[in-house]
Nanobody
Framework: QVQLVESGGGLVQAGGSLRLSCVAS????????MDWYRQAPGKQGELVAR???????TYPDSVKGRFTISRDNAKNTVYLQMNSLKPEDTAVYYC???????????WGQGTQVTVSS
């Protein structure tokens, strides 16, 4: 059973940066799609970054130019670099992966990001 474990969340002032990590217990080669979602209290969950296969990435307008997703296959890790953070980025951030075979979903436990104004 593959597990995804996030780390790197915390409290940061507006304008600051954080880097989230998501380590897979198995090989991330198994995942065709890996992404980061966030869930803020009282709001719908939002996809904030996606990386597909060889490295194609997509971002919503709300984070484009500020967030960068990347993957290190040798370390079985996906990263989310978050720069120029805003209070509205405050949320629990979840790592998510979809396997290439069987299209199976895996989720991490989440990591809290709090941006103070």
């Amino acid at each position: 059973q593959v597990q995804l474990v996030e780390s790197g969340g915390g409290l940061v002032q507006a304008g600051g940066s954080l880097r989230l990590s998501c380590v897979a217990s198995g090989s991330i080669f198994d995942f065709n799609i890996m992404d980061w979602y966030r869930q803020a209290p009282g709001k719908q969950g939002e996809l904030v970054a996606r990386i597909i296969g060889s490295g194609s990435t997509t971002y919503p307008d709300s984070v484009k130019g500020r967030f960068t997703i990347s993957r290190d296959n040798a370390k079985n890790t996906v990263y989310l670099q978050m720069n120029s953070l805003k209070p509205e980025d405050t949320a629990v951030y979840y790592c998510h992966g979809i396997t290439a075979i069987a299209n199976k979903d895996y989720w991490g436990q989440g990591t809290q990001v709090t941006v103070s104004s």
